[in-house]
Nanobody
């Protein structure tokens, strides 16, 4: 059974940093594209960052230069390093195996001004 478990969300002040983790189990996703998404209250879920199986990354314009997605295939884990956080980054963050309906339960990030 495939499971994705996100962690690392917290309450942080504007300008602070957090690192989110997404640990996958049930099978290896070393060659799959993975993504981080977020959903703020009352808004649609949006893509934040993706990383291909070969390590190519893409970012939403709103987080480019502040967020970094990475992966550790040995640990079957994907990370999202978030720096210079802004109140508008407040959301529940989810990871996903792109192209599959595998989603975690999400981790809450709250950025106070």
């Amino acid at each position: 059974q495939v499971q994705l478990v996100e962690s690392g969300g917290s309450l942080v002040q504007a300008g602070g940093s957090l690192r989110l983790s997404c640990a996958a189990s049930g099978r290896s996703f070393s060659w799959n594209d993975m993504g981080w998404y977020r959903q703020a209250a009352g808004k649609q879920r949006e893509s934040v960052a993706t990383i291909s199986g070969s390590g190519i990354t893409t970012y939403a314009g709103s987080v480019k230069g502040r967020f970094t997605i990475s992966r550790d295939n040995a640990k079957n884990t994907v990370y999202l390093q978030m720096n210079d956080l802004k109140p508008e980054d407040t959301a529940v963050y989810y990871c996903n195996v792109i192209g599959y309906s595998y989603w975690g339960q999400g981790t809450q990030v709250i950025v106070s001004s």
